[in-house]
T-cell receptor
């Protein structure tokens, strides 16, 4: 079975602060993909990033960066200089290759981020 | 290109009625997924299709739920009879290569069963 845990239920920051959203995953498969999705107040889910289990390089995209560490089974997401428009629910998700989990995307419970002006 | 299209966006119905949710995936995507989102259970995968064939329906809550994909551009999720506990946001998503690629989500259908 696979599992994704986002320990932070809610985070509140003031604009321009940096914020890190934690994600810890569990899987027995050696081949898997990790994802982050954003769900703004409008409700749709927006894809942010995909990372496969063989690529531990960190990635930066503008104000967003991701830190993937297999040793700790974590895939954390950092927003630098947060803005009000970053306010949303952020989901970490895992898709693994093996057994009954094949083809399925397992989501964490989500972290509600509120950025105050 | 148009994204995933879902209809209706909102549905209010009474307990016992049949509800049909519709989805049009992105053209060329071979995988289609149905999810349900509630406060209590978060995002749950209900069923997914590959090339119009249901691959895994283990997430479908019970026999009242059924899903079909008669062709590559259309899928339905039906609840009959509906119950208040079915109230949720139902998302349809599609992807090019299943688990290996990102899923593109529709805007969702907010279902309220009174």
């Amino acid at each position: 079975a696979q599992k994704v845990t986002q320990a932070q239920t809610e985070i509140s920051v003031v604009e321009k602060e940096d914020v890190t959203l934690d994600c810890v995953y569990e899987t027995r498969d050696t081949t898997y993909y990790l994802f982050w999705y954003k769900q703004p107040p409008s409700g749709e889910l927006v894809f942010l990033i995909r990372r496969n289990s063989f690529d531990e390089q960190n990635e930066i995209s503008g104000r967003y960066s991701w830190n993937f560490q297999k040793s700790t089974s974590s895939f954390n997401f950092t927003i630098t200089a947060s803005q009000v428009v970053d306010s949303a629910v952020y989901f970490c998700a895992l898709s693994a290759a093996g057994g009954t989990s094949y083809g399925k995307l397992t989501f964490g419970q989500g972290t509600i981020l509120t950025v105050h002006p | 290109d148009a994204g995933v299209i879902q209809s209706p966006r909102h549905e209010v119905t009474e307990m016992g009625q049949e509800v049909t949710l519709r989805c049009k995936p992105i053209s060329g995507h071979d995988y289609l997924f149905w999810y349900r989102q509630t406060m209590m259970r978060g995002l749950e995968l209900l069923i997914y299709f590959n090339n119009n064939v249901p691959i895994d329906d283990s997430g479908m809550p019970e026999d009242r739920f059924s899903a079909k994909m008669p062709n590559a551009s259309f899928s339905t999720l039906k609840i009959q009879p509906s119950e208040p506990r079915d109230s949720a946001v139902y998302f349809c998503a599609s992807s090019l290569r299943g688990q290996w690629s990102e899923q593109f989500f529709g805007p969702g259908t907010r279902l309220t069963v009174l």
